[in-house]
């Protein structure tokens, strides 16, 4: 009965979040335009006739045309589809270096937040180091001894994202840990694995969505900084931060270059921003029904 009863709360809770979110015209906004981002990277070889690294010295600095929307950048290619492909690499990098981010961090957060004693004062301590450098000068640190490669860009972003998940679960694991209902699930004697999994875990996961949301935003500006210093994507794949560098150089005469490369960047961004600040809001318990 009493698991039937919190069966029925937590659906009840989810409904409310899910009608708060769609009350949100940014953070739907922000759903649309991710979705069609993935969209177009899922298929971006069925909405192009032209290959990513396909060349033709002849069309060099097109500007947008009929043919080319977003213009050819020094070799003849076409933006438009080196922008589709580009967006493979950043989605691609975001989603599992967040992951793997998310994962670890999670793992390690609520441990320390249950366990406390010398275990947190361990991952404490060891999250502080990692929180003295910043985020992009330790990524460019990671890159520096890895080596340059889209793996070791994942690896890289993943490091540095740890700590913040760390920090969050623990905080959530905390306060958690002297509710009641987790005294009572020890009291009838819970084991410690289903403890966490059950009582704690949960309640960590409104914080977690939301800070998942920001570290995407973060993973792909970071993958973008890094492939335009030369430590991420290698020519000629396709990149956003690559293209960026590429045209720099030329945005006297082809600033088209460029700009449709940074409009990708912060359009993706604006989108996981304002999908950021719905989940807070639908997640709030605080708020007003």
């Not at 580009?86 to 390690?108: K, M």
Request: hydrophobic share 50%; proline share 6%; net charge positive.
């Amino acid at each position: 009965m009493t698991s039937d009863l919190l069966s029925q709360k937590e659906r009840s809770l989810t409904r409310l979040a899910l009608s708060r979110l769609a009350r949100n015209n940014l953070a739907l906004a922000g759903v649309i335009i991710l979705g069609l981002l993935i969209f177009s990277a899922i298929f971006a070889p069925y909405l192009t006739p032209y290959g990513p690294t396909t060349m033709d010295t002849s069309l060099r600095f097109q500007p947008p045309s009929w043919r080319h929307w977003m213009g050819t950048d020094q070799f003849g290619r076409d933006l438009l589809t080196r922008v589709l492909f580009g967006g493979r690499v950043s989605l691609t990098v975001g989603i599992i270096s967040v992951g793997v981010s998310a994962i670890l961090g999670t793992i390690v957060g609520v441990t320390s937040g249950y366990f406390g004693g010398w275990w947190d004062l361990v991952v404490s301590r060891a999250m502080d180091v990692l929180f003295a450098f910043p985020a992009i000068l330790l990524a460019i640190a990671i890159m520096a001894v890895l080596g340059q490669s889209i793996t070791n860009v994942m690896i890289a972003i993943g490091i540095v994202n740890t700590p913040i998940f760390a920090r969050v679960t623990r905080a959530s694991a905390l306060s958690t840990r002297v509710q009641l209902f987790v005294q009572a699930a020890e009291a009838i004697g819970g084991s410690h694995w289903h403890i966490m999994v059950r009582h704690i875990l949960p309640n960590c996961l409104p914080p977690l969505a939301v800070q998942i949301s920001v570290a995407f935003a973060w993973a792909v500006i970071a993958e973008a900084a890094l492939s335009f210093l030369g430590l991420g994507t290698r020519p000629p794949t396709p990149s956003w931060g690559l293209m960026l560098n590429e045209g720099r150089n030329v945005m006297e005469y082809a600033p088209w270059q460029p700009v449709f490369s940074g409009l990708a960047i912060m359009i993706t961004v604006f989108s996981l921003n304002v999908l950021g600040d719905g989940l807070r809001d639908a997640l709030d318990p605080t708020a007003g029904r």
